[in-house]
């Protein structure tokens, strides 16, 4: 059982450039979510959708896109990086009321 | 605004000792709260939660106490290990879905 794989593990950009982020989870779960973590900040939500189809805003939107196409992947995308977007990325998932489980992270430096 | 603050960046207990970590929050619509772990390089994983309708959980060596009144919850490990030093988050559920977290708390168990 993979639970939610997240790729790359690391990346690195130049300030402009595009990525999509990729998160997967094998357990059905409903809700998916994207995390940033930064330095005395905690985890603060990026974008979160509930279904396939649907998508919203969390705390810290600005400069990421998302999808939800199927239940098992949600995609961030960086539309123009930049520096400001350096950061640790976690995506997470879980089913109503549940605890969210958790991938390992990327780990993304903007220069 | 923060809704849910961890006002501790760190602490630092001896090895066998008790460890409490603090979460104070805003919002007294909050009815389930979450503590989860996170070691390095790693995604945080569930550690113990409660409900509002209770005003204390165990499960082996970590409590956590929930003062309604207050707006603050604690989580205790006693006794302390040095495979307990971690960041710890509170993470209060917000509706259905949303899980709001901390800024951490870094505990550290010293040998």
């Known amino acids: 059982n993979a639970g939610v794989t997240q790729t790359p593990k690391f990346q690195v950009l130049k300030t402009g450039q595009s990525m999509t982020l990729q998160c997967a989870q094998d357990?059905?779960?409903?809700?998916m979510s994207w995390y940033r973590q930064d330095p005395g900040m905690g985890l603060r939500l990026i974008h979160y959708?509930?279904?396939?189809?649907?998508?919203d805003q969390g705390e810290v939107p600005n400069g990421y896109n998302v999808s939800r196409s199927t239940t098992e992947d949600f995609p961030l995308r960086l539309l123009s990086a930049a520096p400001s977007q350096t950061s640790v990325y976690f995506c997470?998932?879980?089913?109503?009321?549940?605890?969210?489980?958790f991938g390992d992270g990327t780990r993304l430096s903007i220069l | 605004d923060q809704q849910v603050k961890q006002n501790s960046p760190s602490l630092s207990v001896q090895e066998g000792r008790i460890s409490i970590l603090n979460c104070d929050y805003t919002?007294?619509?909050?009815?389930?709260f979450l503590w989860y772990k996170k070691y390095p390089a790693e995604g945080p994983t569930f550690l113990i939660s409660?409900?509002?309708?209770?005003d204390k959980n165990e499960d082996g060596r970590f409590t956590v106490f929930l003062n309604k009144s207050a707006k603050h919850l604690s989580l205790h490990i006693v006794p302390s290990q040095p495979g307990d030093s971690a960041v710890y988050f509170c993470?209060?559920?917000?509706?259905?879905?949303?899980?709001?977290f901390g800024t951490g708390t870094r505990l550290k168990v010293l040998a």
């Open positions: 997470a998932s879980s089913s109503p009321g549940q605890p969210q489980h």
């Open positions: 357990m059905n779960h409903e809700y």
């Open positions: 959708s509930v279904g396939a189809g649907i998508t």
């Open positions: 919002n007294s619509m909050f009815d389930y």
């Open positions: 409660i409900s509002s309708i209770k």
């Open positions: 993470a209060p559920l917000s509706g259905t879905y949303k899980y709001i």
